[in-house]
């Protein structure tokens, strides 16, 4: 199928004789990526005129990683050799004259006819498996939202599933200290084998968490190199990632980054974390209308309130009328998280009879592990998507 990206509202009638009637039309740069990432039977993406140049050709520098087999055909009002360089250094098949429906028509058939010689050579689709990323995340500092990925990873490593913890906090990432580790290599190490990152590429920057299986991705040790890791190495990471291992945890700084806005792009579950103050709820009402304005799925995140039960003034109820959605799950105030913080150990796994460890189970079990279909009695995952998902 096809997919027309074109923020024009008649683009798919200007553009109907050479695409066909069942052409796909979206808006947004973020609605194609996940169209893309929800059915793979799309062959071929058309990029209207009036989109921004740099857009397009970040669209097909990214999908041609994943997706050699994919073909991208960019319209524009007038040629000229400096869009058609950047073009097709990209990746983009064809640059065609947006007022010329029967060349645009023949790009359409050559891109799909090359597309379907790929595919039938093989293809390229990226590992055998299905993972799914799910990134956590808070437009404030100190709501916990470190301990939450940390402890939501080594829980879902320690029940058998292949789990890798991203940390893109890349100025002050704190997963690997919290972890006791020391990794050889961090996202930093990635960006010289981007455009041919593979499986084996990530497993060299890996740091493995001995008690639960559990793999690590660590932010650089520099702040400075934040600078230096384009936000296309973190989509072929996340990409590569979701290919080798059954979920992908990607911990965040607490601003909308540009690596931030692509991880929120190819992401199955966004975990928003709250806590029971003015500011973490005032800003994450403003991250969740923005995630709104971008186009992510409503349905593909869930909240959680960190120190449900401090005494400070506000309760749950407010915090669900101020965001005018519900909590999912509630974890409880305790001293024995900064301990096992400074300690260097998952809380989950270290005191797992705690009120915390139960409730950050619950989390797991309910908003991740059903959501997207495992039996929780033996661990073997079930077809289909959210077959338990739980009630709202």
């Not at 320690?158 to 100025?171: F, K």
Request: with cysteine; hydrophobic share 45%; aromatic share 4%.
């Amino acid at each position: 199928m096809t997919i027309l990206w074109d923020g024009s509202a008649e683009g798919a009638d200007s553009y109907r004789f050479a695409l066909g009637g069942d052409a796909l039309h979206l808006t947004s740069g973020p609605r194609v990526s996940r169209a893309l990432e929800e059915d793979p039977s799309h062959a071929l993406v058309v990029i209207g005129p009036d989109i921004d140049l740099d857009s397009a050709c970040s669209l097909a520098e990214e999908e041609r990683v994943a997706r050699p087999e994919l073909g991208v055909i960019l319209l524009r009002h007038r040629l000229d050799v400096t869009v058609l360089a950047q073009a097709l250094r990209s990746g983009v098949r064809e640059v065609v004259a947006a007022d010329d429906q029967n060349a645009v028509a023949e790009a359409v058939r050559r891109s799909n006819a090359l597309t379907a010689q790929l595919v039938g050579n093989g293809g390229s689709q990226a590992g055998s498996r299905d993972g799914k990323v799910i990134t956590v995340f808070s437009a404030k500092g100190g709501v916990g939202k470190t301990t939450i990925s940390t402890n939501l990873a080594t829980y879902l490593a320690s029940t058998g599933s292949r789990t890798v913890l991203v940390d893109l906090d890349l100025m002050f990432g704190d997963v690997a200290i919290s972890l006791q580790l020391q990794p050889p290599g961090s996202v930093r190490d990635l960006v010289a084998m981007s455009g041919h990152l593979d499986a084996q590429g990530v497993e060299s920057v890996v740091t493995k968490h001995e008690p639960s299986g559990l793999h690590v991705i660590a932010a650089p040790p520099d702040p400075a190199d934040a600078e230096r890791v384009p936000s296309h190495v973190v989509v072929e990471l996340l990409r590569i990632a979701r290919a080798s291992y059954d979920y992908v945890i990607v911990d965040t700084p607490p601003s909308f980054t540009e690596h931030v806005l692509a991880a929120f792009d190819l992401s199955d579950l966004t975990i928003l974390v709250a806590t029971l103050d003015i500011p973490a709820v005032k800003n994450l009402r403003i991250a969740i209308n923005t995630l709104d304005t971008l186009g992510a799925s409503k349905e593909a995140r869930t909240i959680v309130l960190n120190r449900a039960d401090a005494k400070v003034g506000l309760r749950a109820d407010d915090v669900e009328a101020a965001l005018k959605q519900p909590i999912s799950a509630n974890i409880p105030n305790t001293l024995a998280v900064p301990a096992s913080v400074n300690r260097g150990v998952a809380i989950i796994l270290d005191e797992p009879r705690s009120p915390v460890a139960m409730a950050l189970r619950e989390l797991a079990d309910t908003e991740v592990r059903q959501r997207f279909g495992e039996d929780l009695q033996n661990g073997a995952k079930r077809s289909g998507f959210g077959l338990l998902r739980s009630k709202r």
